[in-house]
């Protein structure tokens, strides 16, 4: 995230009136495949390579045959990769149910926090191409920004739970 808001800041320079749309494409799919990293040593499980493969390769087959979205938002591309995280998490939650497992916490805020912005992300074209009242849009913004400072804060209890090595007894 970090890299595209500094390639965002660099483009605004240049094109006041431009959006971040072009750079949405490589947040999702560094997204995708960072989670899935994540969901492969979480849970162990090989096919989950194969399944980031084939979406991988489906992301590469739909910028071929339609290169125009790679400088505007797509989402059918954030869709399946969010859906497919939101899959890998609710298999997790499964998994939890005959075993005991760790980052609970952060796997209810992945899960959560993409359900959610998968909803949002889905309406997207809309706000661009102003086919949606600007105040339903700015709604949309303020929920996913509430949605992501939540989900920021759920990683942060899981980090204070488990990870916290000095205590206040110790201050």
């Known amino acids: 995230m970090a890299t ?3 390639a965002l800041r660099i483009v605004l320079l240049y094109d006041l009136n431009d959006t ?3 750079l949405f494409v ?19 499980y090989k ?7 084939g979406c991988i390769l489906f992301f590469g087959v739909q910028y071929i045959l339609e290169p125009h979205l790679l400088l505007k938002y797509n989402p059918v591309g954030a869709s399946v990769a969010q859906g497919v995280i ?12 005959s075993e005991k497992g760790e980052l609970v916490i952060v ?10 912005s998968m909803l949002i992300f889905a309406t ?10 600007d105040d339903f849009a700015w709604i949309l913004q303020d929920l996913h920004f509430i949605f992501y400072f939540i989900f920021i804060g759920l990683v ?3 980090w204070v739970k488990n990870y916290r090595t000095i205590s206040f007894k110790q201050v």
Do not use: H, P
């Open 107 to 116: 796997n209810i805020a992945i899960f959560f926090f993409l359900l959610c």
């Open 20 to 22: 971040n749309s072009f």
């Open 86 to 97: 939101v899959v890998y998490a609710l298999v997790y939650f499964y998994k939890l149910l």
């Open 156 to 158: 942060f209890v899981e």
């Open 124 to 133: 997207g074209n809309l706000m661009v191409d102003k086919l949606i009242s």
């Open 4 to 6: 595209v808001e500094w």
């Open 47 to 53: 096919w989950i390579n194969f399944v980031t493969v």
């Open 26 to 44: 490589y947040f999702f799919i560094a997204q995708f495949i960072l989670l899935s990293l994540f969901y492969r040593e979480l849970l162990g």
